[in-house]
């Protein structure tokens, strides 16, 4: 406990969660701060690029095993599963609609990769390193979850016909899924030494452009908060809660399983706790047009990600290495 708790207080003062806690306190605040949505997409290109680049590098430096393809295997089942145990907990905690119930159970079988870059660097500054390949494995837990929910609503009688090509299009080509799989492949090929010609990009930058990148992310969640008080229960905030912490379980049972290291249990435990907020509402717009975006996007982005920033990041790693020896 002790462990948690001093992993937690330096967590909570470092610069990436400080830079978020400014933005939502300024957003609460109608505070005029914004950042443009064009420089915000900007970094977050960087970002996704970065993180995958230097992904594909580790790859490409400690070679390819079959625990690559357990641990996709396994990303793909839990994204599935997710949302059938995040659909089964919203009937009893959050009195939704099957609509809405189902298009807020994809967000939590998807993953939030600004959470996995978070994790990734809170583990970087614990000195603890994780399998490359985890980059990949965030990267096929995008889309099953959207397949997932869609089932959930066409299983309760409701009209199937959703599954067009507008939205295979949507899910498989989703920006942020072919940035990170593509600069992954980059990092691959290019291994090492492609690395070493771009250090000085996305390597001592990266931390500082996350920050900025998290500041736009307090704002965001901060409106969403002050605008979708009147929507989000107390049941329906308490499952924002109690779904992460399941998930993480989920994704722990599932590292320990496939033997992966501290870094690499502690990371399928974020990816599992995380909720989209990028690709599965882009999805959710094409394919369940009549759901709540006030519900599951203030959900995903106002009550998940911070307490997954704040509280569950120590908590995962804490766990992990505790369970691994790490």
């Known amino acids: ?51 995958g680049f230097k992904g594909g590098v580790s790859v490409a430096d400690h070679g390819i095993d079959g625990t690559l393809a357990l641990s996709l295997l396994a990303g793909i089942v839990l994204s ?9 907990l919203l009937q009893v905690l959050g009195n939704l609609s099957r609509l809405d119930a189902a298009a807020v159970a ?59 090509p507008t939205l295979m299009r949507e899910i498989l080509l989703n920006g942020s899924i072919v940035l990170l799989v593509g600069s992954f492949v980059i990092g ?14 996305i390597v001592a930058p990266f931390q500082g452009v996350l920050c900025l990148f998290l500041l736009d992310m ?18 329906v905030l308490a499952f924002g809660m109690v779904m992460p912490l399941i998930g993480a379980t989920c994704g722990l049972a599932a590292g320990l399983l496939l033997g992966l290291s501290t870094g690499g249990v502690a990371l399928f435990m974020v990816l599992s706790a995380s909720a989209s907020y990028i690709a599965v509402p882009a999805a959710m717009r094409v394919a369940l047009p009549e759901a709540n975006p006030s519900i599951y996007l203030t959900l995903s982005l106002g009550v998940t990600f911070p307490f997954n920033l704040t509280i569950g990041l120590p908590v995962y790693v804490a766990v992990a290495s505790a369970l691994t020896g790490g």
């Open 1 to 51: 406990m002790q462990d948690i708790l001093s992993l937690a207080a330096t967590n909570l003062l470092s610069p990436i969660i400080l830079s978020f806690a400014l933005g939502v306190a300024a957003a609460l605040a109608r505070s005029d701060l914004n950042i443009p949505e064009a420089v915000a997409k900007g970094m977050s290109i960087y970002l996704l690029f970065a993180i």
């Open 218 to 235: 307090g704002l965001v969640a901060g409106r969403g908060l002050r605008g979708g008080s009147g929507v989000l229960r107390p049941g």
């Open 188 to 201: 691959w090929v290019t291994g090492v030494d492609g690395l070493v010609r771009i250090e000085a990009f």
């Open 106 to 164: 994809a967000h939590y079988g998807s993953i939030s990769i600004v959470t996995f870059v978070a994790g990734t660097s809170v583990l970087e500054a614990s000195g603890i390193t994780s399998e490359g390949y985890m980059v990949a494995v965030a990267a096929a837990m995008e889309a099953p979850a959207i397949l997932s929910a869609l089932w959930l609503v066409s299983s309760g009688g409701t009209d199937g016909r959703r599954m067009d």
């Open 80 to 88: 599935a599963a997710l949302p059938l145990i995040a659909f089964a």
